[in-house]
């Protein structure tokens, strides 16, 4: 029983708990259902009347892979300029995102404000289907313990099916050189690019941005990143040499974490293609940028440059056994008034790349229609526009836009409407997904670096939240958030949509989909709320299990 002073209650991971005097509205939830193979996770949370000097947690369950963090809030100072009334707030505050680690022994809890410990339940693909029972004891300062009652997961006997989507999130080693304050190629430095991308690839992210030279990516005009270049490249009196070395050692470590996909970094400036990347030398025994913003792209010098070095990385990739699982960038972005240039450096990397797939974030089918992009990329809000117009393998992205009515993952949205994002990918066949900031710690533009804790929008360029997924923890190794939970939890739903197609049929989850949206679900219109998400999730089970 618990003590007049202390309240618990369960909740789903479809509410971000505010930590206010009153508990946020949640729906009832003392209980779910999960496939075989999924990770599950639900939250505690709790009040206390007065203030506990040391409270400590322990769980209880015959499962086993059960982990407990603790919930913390981040301030949310930039909102987009147009909100739509699927947000949790409109004004800046206090948003839980941070998924802590519990402290080894104890931990304060200040006095009549609800908080909330994030559940994750890993749920092993061999696990005998049945209820389990999983319930928590809470030590107050040592003196007395509350034992809830038990929140019951039943384990479906349906395994969750292997991902088919390729997934992006831009993985940026400078911004994690720069916060640790290590150089970059040390052992510290490789020691962050593993652990920070075994994180990605253990929520679904699959496909890695490859910075063959420095990305020139979100860098102003006339400045540059901190030097990240993989491929070694020397200047002699005949021509280049390149050393792909580090880019052995990448992929090796990509690999073992578990990333299957190589997306090689933009081989010309953003936004058009008018310059070229830098790119850094050994000239005569000094190093030397020899390319940057003071090159236009369609120079005699790059194109003898590229000619030397692509036909020597084909052979490397070929080598490296990965030649088949390998894309190239050309520039992101581009407008339609900047489609003559980037056409003529489309046509340039193609040139000495056609046995790889070329991919870039385009809004105009048009260069797709002319050959210029293999996979185009259009913002969400235009993806179906891309296939109703023919595209038949279809990618999609969001970021900084659309600000209202899709799917996005802005700290100040409802979790439904970033966890929807998987549904919606099975019921448009979408087959990747890319999204610029997988730990983006920089200003707009790479001014200057940022404290992430402090500043989740990139000096008050975007929507809170759009920058990065994971904070960077104390200990060299990344720290979670509520959202990258809610986007694997969306690709785990992808996943057992995929699976329920397989044994009722394409018409019938589709018919199941739009009912749940209130008529045809498109990328503007699906279930909405914490309630519909779960009633949503719970028919797929149910269907499942029959």
């Known amino acids: 029983m618990e003590p007049f ?28 259902s999960a496939l075989r193979g ?42 987009a300029a147009n ?21 080894e022994r104890f931990f304060p809890v200040p006095p009549k404000l609800w908080r909330a410990l994030w559940i994750t339940v890993k749920i092993p693909r061999n696990c005998k289907a049945g209820r389990y ?26 395994t969750l099916p ?8 831009w993985f940026h080693t400078d911004s994690l050189a720069t916060y640790y304050n290590v150089p970059v190629f040390s052992e510290e430095y490789w020691y962050l690019v593993e652990t920070f991308m075994k994180n990605a690839a253990d929520h679904g992210i699959n496909m890695i941005l490859t910075p063959v030279f420095t990305p020139p990516l979100d860098t102003e005009v006339g400045q540059e990143r901190p030097t990240v270049q993989l491929v070694g490249v020397k200047k002699t009196k005949d021509g280049y040499e390149f050393n792909f070395d580090k880019l052995a050692r990448w992929i090796a470590l990509a690999e073992s974490a578990g990333i299957r996909y190589f997306e090689i970094s933009h081989l010309f400036t953003q936004w058009g293609a008018g310059f070229t990347p830098k790119i850094m030398a050994d000239v005569n025994g000094t190093e030397k940028r020899i390319f940057g913003w003071d ?45 003559a240039t980037y056409s003529a450096a489309a046509k340039l990397l193609r040139s000495c790349t056609e046995e790889f797939k070329h991919i870039d974030a385009v809004s105009e089918f048009e260069f797709h229609e ?46 439904t409407r970033t966890r929807i994002l998987g549904a919606l990918f099975h019921r448009f066949g979408i087959e990747g997904f890319l999204h610029w900031g997988f730990n983006f710690y920089f200003s707009r533009l790479s001014r200057y ?61 589709r018919t199941m989909l739009d009912k749940a949206s209130g008529g045809s679900m498109t990328m503007k219109n699906y279930p909405r709320g914490e309630k519909a998400m779960l009633k949503l999730r719970g028919e797929i089970n149910r269907k499942l299990k029959q």
């Open 162 to 169: 292997e991902q088919k989507l390729i997934r992006t999130e």
């Open 83 to 103: 909100l739509d009334d699927d947000v949790i707030t409109k004004e800046p505050g206090l948003i839980p995102d941070i998924l802590a680690e519990l402290p």
């Open 5 to 32: 002073h202390f309240k618990t209650r369960y909740c789903s991971s479809l509410v971000k708990i505010l930590q206010k005097p009153e508990l946020t509205e949640a729906e009832p939830f003392s209980g779910f």
């Open 295 to 339: 090159v236009k792209s369609d120079s005699a010098k790059y194109k003898t440059f590229l000619k030397a070095f692509l036909p020597e990385l084909t052979v490397f990739l070929k080598e490296a056994g990965i030649a088949d699982r390998v894309c190239f960038h050309t520039s992101d972005e581009p407008s339609q008034e900047g489609l």
């Open 449 to 509: 670096p940022i404290d992430p804790y402090q500043t989740t929008d990139a000096g008050y360029a975007f929507p809170a939240g759009d920058p990065f997924l994971v904070y960077p923890g104390d200990e060299c190794e990344p720290v979670d958030s509520i959202r990258h939970e809610l986007l694997f939890e969306g690709l785990q739903d992808q996943r057992a949509l995929e699976l329920l197609q397989e044994k009722i049929g394409e018409k019938a989850v």
């Open 370 to 415: 002319r050959g210029l992009v293999d996979i185009p990329v259009p913002v969400i809000s235009k993806v179906e526009e891309f296939i109703q117009k023919g595209l038949k393998h279809p990618w999609t992205y969001y970021c900084c836009c659309p600000e209202t009515e899709t799917s996005n993952r802005f700290l100040y949205s409802t979790s």
């Open 133 to 158: 029972d999983i319930a928590f004891e809470f030590d107050l300062d040592q003196k007395e313990t509350v034992r809830t009652k038990p929140f019951q997961l039943e384990v479906l006997n349906a």
């Open 38 to 79: 999924e990770v599950f996770s639900f939250q505690v949370a709790y009040f206390t009347e007065r203030r506990v000097e040391e409270l400590k947690v322990n769980v209880i369950s015959k499962l086993k892979n059960i982990r407990i963090r603790s919930v913390e809030s981040v301030p949310v100072r930039s909102l």
